[in-house]
């Protein structure tokens, strides 16, 4: 296997992988096995990726960890569960068709083409590719151009371990992605900003391509008057600031109580201090923002408009503090869209009703989180909402379950 390039032909080599599929090479459980232990191999020795995971994103050694850990909690799964997914299910025939049978029989699709992020550069790239070999198909990765160093490494992985008619990994920018996006997959796997996603789903369109979409939006949080407001508060810390905000499934923004708020915001700065000490330009836990255009992007946001804690920037590391700031409304420039970065608006949470209005008002998210006690918030967010998942009493922590589905509503993913 080697990296394709524009200068490839795409066309062919598609075609040779989804010959794999349609002459039936894929199907048998030993194959995808196999592929499933290759891949395992490609991810030994570790050293490396850490490496390239903190060259790329000033990554921490923990954080560039699990997401390698994540990838293999995925193929143990496929590995030990596998078998039982791929026997045939019996769906009960109605009588007057007796005695005749009705099985559905699961189908690989063929080639697929998964589109990776910058953020989480392995986890959201392989993890993936873990349910297309499984389901035994081939593949085309395409990591982003902005986690360089990582791309070039896995690529390097793969091509040493997995034989090139089946995953095929294409280096470059956007040219690149448009030029794969020209070519007929049988499914395509994005996961990304909501701008490019839609551009993802208007190319596979044009050649009738079933899309999965893994995109972000805005996630609510909210913090009510019976919370544990320092558990809350270390918790939301943790979920904002991991990967330098820049995680999809993080806390947006929070709206917290009026009687809790300054318990909440001095319990918030404490957790700041623990996690990251009272610099974190020099703290080895916290990262940097990706490119020069992000950091521009947030900068911007933050220019010249008063903070709660931090806000200090610096262009040449491309570094943002931890930072909280007050909003007092919703057509703040910094509720318009989804931040992706170390910065946390704190809004007051005046009702519960209001707040439903508020969330439902918006494009529905990618989360929802609640902290309360109160089983009556619960059902009325559970019941009066809609977003990709909802968490009582933490953050993040759905992404980490292997066996939830995973996606967006709407505007925050398809499929």
């Known amino acids: 296997m080697h990296p394709l390039s524009l200068s490839n032909d795409f066309a062919a080599r598609i075609a040779r992988q989804r010959r794999l599929v349609t002459q039936g090479h894929t199907r048998p459980l030993a194959w995808r096995l196999e592929q499933l232990g290759r891949l395992e191999q490609a991810l030994q020795p570790e050293e490396d990726l850490l490496n390239g995971l903190a060259e790329d994103l000033h990554k921490p050694a923990v954080e560039a960890y699990y997401e ?7 193929l143990k799964l496929f590995q030990r569960k596998l078998r039982h997914w791929l026997r045939p299910e019996r769906v009960k025939a109605p009588f007057v068709m007796q005695p005749s049978q009705a099985w559905v029989v699961a189908d690989p699709l063929g080639c697929v083409l998964i589109i990776g992020p910058w953020n989480y550069p392995v986890m959201l790239l392989l993890s993936p590719l873990v349910a297309a070999l499984g389901a035994g198909n081939t593949a085309v990765l395409k990591p982003s151009e902005h986690a360089p160093r990582t791309g070039e490494l896995l690529a390097a992985r793969l091509q040493q371990h ?13 040219e690149t992605a448009q030029g794969l996006l020209s070519q007929r997959f049988d499914h395509v796997f994005f996961t990304g900003g909501n701008r490019v996603g839609r551009l993802v789903m208007e190319q596979a369109a044009k050649t009738m391509t079933p899309v999965t979409l893994e995109l972000g939006g805005k996630n609510p949080c909210l913090v009510a008057e019976d919370a544990n407001v320092p558990l809350a508060a270390r918790r939301i810390a943790w979920g904002r600031f991991i990967n330098s905000g820049q995680t999809c499934l993080a806390p947006d923004h929070v709206m917290v109580a009026p009687a809790v708020r300054d318990n909440f915001l001095a319990a918030l700065q404490q957790a700041i201090v623990d996690f990251y000490g009272d610099d974190p330009r020099i703290s080895p836990d916290f990262g ?58 704190v809004l007051p949470l005046t ?35 809609s977003s990709g998942a909802v968490c009582f009493n933490d953050v993040v922590l759905q992404g980490g379950i292997s066996r939830l589905p995973f996606g967006g509503v709407g505007e925050s993913g398809v499929g």
């Open 351 to 385: 009702s519960l009703e209001e707040a439903v209005d508020a969330i439902n008002s918006r494009p529905r998210p990618l989360a929802l989180y609640l902290f309360s006690g109160q089983q009556a918030w619960r059902d009325r967010l559970l019941a009066g909402t």
């Open 68 to 74: 390698i850990s994540r990838v293999r909690q995925e």
């Open 162 to 174: 997995v034989d090139g008619d089946v995953v095929s990994v294409a280096l470059g920018g956007a």
């Open 288 to 345: 940097r923002i990706v490119n020069d255009a992000q950091f521009q992007r947030l900068a911007a946001l933050l220019r010249g408009r008063p903070v709660l804690w931090g806000g200090q920037t610096d262009a040449a590391e491309r570094y943002v503090a931890p930072t909280v700031v007050a909003v007092e409304c919703w057509d703040d420039p910094l509720m318009e869209e989804e931040i992706f970065g170390p910065v946390l608006p």
